[in-house]
């Protein structure tokens, strides 16, 4: 059950490192998050990001947001960090020289928007600059090593944060596996990225840090064949689901039936 997962016992039990915190474009010590629901700031349009908008803080958690463009539906919401540069105070884009945007989607007629704009922020809440943290620096390299381990937002699910593994290397690129989904979940992002966080994140924060999955590796009993998912290369605690090194991340469809039954049958 979520909140009975432990870093340290894991990490024991797959003999494994977290990847150090310098390898992140996150603070050291997390930024404070003094938003409220409801308040009103000026986010950028995470369909159509040349696009500032206004957004709400519907929800909370850790030092996250839950924001909704306003116009927008509430199946779009996304999730900011309060140190992230796509989020500013209402005002700032106005003093760029911008002007606001209609979100993608903007549900009434574009002719309606000057007037919903002002309805909007009429009376609104606005969310003080004080509370915005500035962004920290990226590191100056993508110092990730492959089996490493982190915290990272399953961009399928962005208001889970869940346990990681660095699974390959790509230049400034680095794969993101989630242990225990047989690679549903994975995605490659930059080092720099601020959907990554080193292990212990969530536990400052008090945001919900996901247990792992449980997808077994490979069946452990012939009678079925696998299910053709591709696997991360996660390693699992349960020493139940081990599979030997040769059969890490083979592809269903180069796998002969014979041959893969052949371990066990
Ligand atoms: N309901 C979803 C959640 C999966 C979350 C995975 N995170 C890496 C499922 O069970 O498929």
Request: net charge positive.
């Amino acid at each position: 059950p979520a909140g009975h997962f432990s870093w340290e016992k894991y990490l024991r039990e797959t003999g494994t490192v977290a990847a150090p915190a310098s390898c992140f474009r996150q603070s050291a010590t997390p930024p404070v998050n003094e938003f409220k629901a409801g308040m009103k700031l000026e986010a950028q349009d995470p369909r159509n990001t040349t696009s500032t908008c206004i957004a709400t803080v519907v929800g909370l958690t850790g030092s996250r947001l839950r924001l909704r463009l306003d116009g927008s539906d509430n199946k779009n919401d996304f999730w900011r960090l309060v140190d992230s540069s796509e989020i500013q105070p209402i005002g700032s884009c106005e003093k760029k020289g911008g002007m606001l945007q209609p979100p993608l989607g903007f549900r009434l007629n574009a002719s309606s928007w000057p007037m919903f704009l002002l309805k909007t922020l009429n009376g609104a809440e606005m969310a003080p600059s004080r509370i915005f943290h500035k962004e920290p620096p990226a590191p100056e390299q993508n110092s990730f090593q492959v089996g490493m381990k982190l915290e990272a937002v399953d961009r399928k699910n962005p208001h889970f944060i869940c346990p990681a593994t660095v699974g390959a290397l790509r230049g400034a690129e680095v794969l993101v596996t989630f242990d225990g989904w047989r690679g549903a979940f994975d995605y490659y992002c930059r080092y720099d990225s601020r959907d990554i966080f080193p292990v212990g994140w969530c536990a400052l924060t008090g945001d919900n840090l996901q247990p792992p999955g449980t997808k077994a590796v490979l069946p452990k009993s012939v009678g079925g064949l696998t299910d053709g998912s591709v696997e991360s290369q996660a390693m699992h605690p349960s020493p139940s689901v081990g599979r030997p090194p040769g059969q890490r991340g083979r592809k269903p469809g180069k796998v002969k039936v014979k041959g893969a039954l052949g371990d066990k049958a």
